[in-house]
């Protein structure tokens, strides 16, 4: 019989300052497989956990130091970000304020296959599709060159760009049986599922060549290495599936494990990067104005793991590296990001040896959007009845 889970609250060590309360109780998901859910009071001065009972009183006091840990090496002595918010559009007027989610569920319109792993029905993919529509048009209007990548991605590569280091806690890997007749033959007659997982002894995969890919625009990247870049600068756009494997973190569409995402990605020299991710900020906002989308763009951080996310963070909020469009979801009075203008410097220019005509290192960003997201988001403020949804909706769906 499963064991009931146990609900364990304790002080944090100093009080977690507001600004980091969500990132420090995501980061908690990832601390001990125990944990069923974290939480943090308002105050930032208790970590309230639900755990998977049956701990002793020695296991609770290890799992006790991990989380201080984390608390200690992610809020300590941080100190707040600037919040740059580059519009705000919070306040429109929008019809619908329900949950979308258990109707949804109930129409079959979406089905939950797996943890974080869901199906979308004609609905939903035909609003997709319509935004996938206006996407496409606007990368048209950069001129961008249409590009498809694999789903997979390199290990190689993404050790070239550190990407282990920074996100270790979201990767996904790819794996497949030893090249033994053996190891087949056993797997092939012992292998079921149970217990939350294939009962396959781990000895039976082999090392890990491939991952499923986190991000589009990497790949993008990747085909451009160790060159001079063509031109001297490039635009190009694509859609592709990414994963992010997000814990306990993955309960509703808000979070997927498998998601895609629509990138319009720049290469070329700095200004070059930076103005045309502010063009397209500015294509974006007309767009999300003529649908009526309730939204704001804010200076964000990327979710680095707890080793790499002062520094890290510190760093994106100084030079303004990244913003989010965040939409507002007005049943739980929140918002959630369906997208990103982000510039990466010349980091990815440096590490996969990018060249420009000058001979210095090419510098990147892209603008991207996460569409099962803003699908969620416009339920969430105009319904499942498309005839209340915008005009410009309803006609590309007509
Ligand atoms: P970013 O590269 O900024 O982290 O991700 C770009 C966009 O992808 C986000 O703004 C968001 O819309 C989407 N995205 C990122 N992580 C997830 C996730 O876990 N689930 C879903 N559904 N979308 C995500
Ligand atoms: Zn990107």
Redesign the pocket.
Known sequence: MAERAAEHSFASAFPIPAHLIGQVQSRLAYVDEAIQTAAISEDGGTVRLELAGGLDAAALAALEAKVLQVVEEMAKGALPPKVEVLEDHMARPVPYAEDPMPELLARGEVSREHTGIYSLGPLVTRLIEAFERYFVELAAEFGAAPQRFPTLISAEKLDRVNYFRAFPHSLTFATHLREDLHVINDFAEHTHYEEAGLNAPPESFSRIQALLSP?VCYHYYFALADKPLPGGQLIATAVGH?F?Y?SSNLNT?????D?T?REVIFVGPADFVLENREGGRQKVAAFLERIGLAYLVESAN??FFVGEFRKQAAFQNAFQL?Y??RARLPFKDGSL????Y?YHQDFFGRHLNISLPDGKPAHTGCV???L???AYAFLCQFGLDPAAWPAEIREVLA
């Open positions: 991000a990414c992010r997000e569409l808000e979070r997927l494990w998601f995402m990327d979710p990244k989010e469009i990001a369906v997208g990103s982000n991207a959007f996460g099962e997201r803003l």
